[in-house]
């Protein structure tokens, strides 16, 4: 298993939240990642707050603009409605973190396990680089 | 200034998040508090997720119900929509926490002003206490 979910979701609740525990490790040389995916409602936002570990969170607008920002203990970063979103673990140990929605925000992985991401993140002789993803097709 | 709220709203995202720090303080033997409050949109939970410091969070239902939630580096505590909330600086540090609602969940004080909330959270010899709120009025 490279990831796992723990969802504190209330049904009677508009606010969802949850923790994220990844694996470190590699497929090759491209760092262990979660699904991406939009939010089925689209003017859904997302908020992750780093617990332990390093990483980065790779953002995708849908006009094709691709942005990191860096996951480690004590930031939180945010996901603007209508980003395609995914984590990836950089490090050496387990990354972990809290992420907070709309408990209806819904989550689409279909047209990013179809098309991927445009950016891929890589080890590079130990360390993290963001790269065009060859696989990518629009 | 007893506490400070940094609030990173963004007015296109229906998620509000920002992170408040409390001084650690007493006014008699009342432990330093934020100003109570319900959500003006009743269906509007929140989420704390405390960075630093140690404190309790103070919860009361609209039935009269009253629970406290331990505030400790690392645990997240789940305010349920329609119940009034407070945080209370218990220890000798900076209690700084992260929060996250609704972009439009709303802020009414006005009722926890007017008539208080049922319990304090006293130091009675070094230890913090809930204990009956004398001046509260129903």
Redesign the interface.
Known sequence: MVYEVID?R?A????A?G?TIMSPGKVGDEYYLTRGHFHIRR?????Y?T?SGSGLLLLESRGGESRTVEMKP?T?A?I??DWAHRSINTGPDKLVF?W???TDAGHEYGEIAERGMRKLVLDRGGKAVVADNPRYSS
């Not at 009677?12 to 606010?15: A, F, G, Q, R, T």
């Not at 003017?43 to 908020?47: F, N, V």
């Open positions: 504190y209330k009677e609740s508009d606010l939240f923790t003017e859904c936002g997302e908020a707050y617990q004590g939180c945010f603007p409605p809290a907070f929605c709309a």
